[in-house]
């Protein structure tokens, strides 16, 4: 089993920045990717970051140039959102994803979410 956790919300102003931690209990080492996902009221849940651990990483085209994620020092049990030039449209509840596989069976762990509010 994997547990993840995230911490780091607040509310910053337009233009301002943000970093998010994700840290993950359990079996950590079956970790594959990693994922940063927000949901905006009354809005689908997006993706904003992706990472493998292999080192391919993807982002949504809106944050792209502004947000930036990135493994922690902690090894494999830590993940960060770095959020810089944040917008209004930003706002959002920001979640944790970690997949992770116990052969053949892959699984998902979802954190509470933290939430972050961009004022103008």
């Known amino acids: 089993q994997v547990q993840v956790a995230e911490s780091g919300g607040g509310l910053v102003q337009a233009g301002g920045s943000l970093r998010l931690s994700c840290s993950a209990s359990?079996?950590?080492?079956?970790?594959?990717?990693w994922g940063w996902y927000r949901q905006a009221p009354g809005k689908q849940r997006e993706l904003v970051a992706g990472l493998y651990i292999g080192g391919d990483i993807n982002y949504a085209d809106s944050v792209k140039g502004r947000f930036s994620i990135s493994r922690g020092n902690s090894g494999n049990n830590t993940v960060l959102l770095q959020m810089n030039n944040l917008e209004p449209e930003d706002t959002a509840v920001y979640y944790c994803n970690a997949k992770w596989a116990d052969a053949p069976t892959h699984f998902t762990s979802w954190g509470q979410g933290t939430r972050v509010t961009v004022s103008s």
């Open positions: 359990g079996t950590i080492s079956k970790i594959y990717y």
